[in-house]
């Protein structure tokens, strides 16, 4: 047991997938693995362990932002030896040809800062996924004719931006999607020497203001999810 992940020991699995919303990480436990059952309840960010085809794996709620990632992502594997974590959460599509629905393969992770800065200090530190796992996504989603791209995103340390000018530059430099998370965690990973990567889906836009809703995103999720758990196991 941990300050913030009351499970005891050996109830984590060496992979865990991480979305944002505990919730999800209810939602995700009961619909893909076999024989889930809830092993921490701390603070409400939910975290379940079961089995997906034989495989162990557990899904644990990361909260928003990387700071609170951050807290998790230490805990889980410092603590709790976990070996593949992997990212499954929602973005924004930041380039015209990334459409909602679409899966976003988090190549590397560009920030203006992270909770590792303060380790990193004057070190422009460039986070990046494991490429074993990345590859293995891309190659799952093809198989599954998922549309997919793979690339740079951008992870903001604010939900509520007002800088239109930074924005204009992560287009103009080609980064796909923006979310919270993702630069973290494959700092962190990197850190202590395992695999990493974050897989997408574009549930709005930024240049179009188009937006998925409730029933379109649990749909459109489902890939990611598959997709994620394939790789881990490739």
């Given at each position: 047991?941990?300050i ?5 020991k ?7 997938l991480?979305?944002g ?10 619909t893909?693995l ?23 794996v557990?899904v644990?709620?990361?909260g928003?932002?990387m700071?609170?990632l ?47 800065s303060?380790i990193?200090r ?6 990046c996924?494991?490429f ?7 190659a799952k ?29 992560m ?20 850190r202590?020497g ?7 889906t ?10 998925m ?7 459109s ?5 598959e ?8």
């Open positions: 047991m941990t913030h992940i009351g499970a005891a050996g109830d984590i699995a060496e992979t865990v991480m979305p919303d505990p919730l999800r990480a209810k939602w995700v436990a009961e893909f076999t024989d889930a059952r809830e092993v921490n309840a701390v603070r409400g960010m939910l975290g379940y362990t079961g089995t997906w085809k034989g495989h162990r557990s644990q709620g990361s928003m932002g700071a609170s951050s807290i998790y992502t230490n805990e889980l594997i410092r603590d709790y030896g976990a070996k593949t974590l992997i990212r499954i959460g929602s973005c924004g599509g930041m380039q015209p040809h990334v459409a909602l629905r679409d899966v976003v393969l988090a190549m590397t992770a560009t920030s203006v800062c992270t909770p590792s303060t990193l004057e070190l422009n530190y460039a986070p996924a494991d074993g796992l990345l590859r293995d996504a891309a989603a093809d198989a599954m004719d998922v549309p997919t791209h793979v690339g740079g995103i951008y992870s903001s340390d604010t939900f509520y931006d007002e800088r239109p000018d930074l924005n204009d530059q287009v103009r430099h080609g980064i796909l999607a923006v979310e919270m998370e993702a630069a973290e965690l494959y700092t962190v990973a990197a202590f395992v695999r990493a990567l974050a897989v997408l574009v549930s709005d836009h930024l240049q179009t203001g188009e937006a809703d409730s029933s379109a995103r649990e749909s999720f489902s890939d990611m999810i997709i994620a758990l394939t790789a881990a196991f490739a």
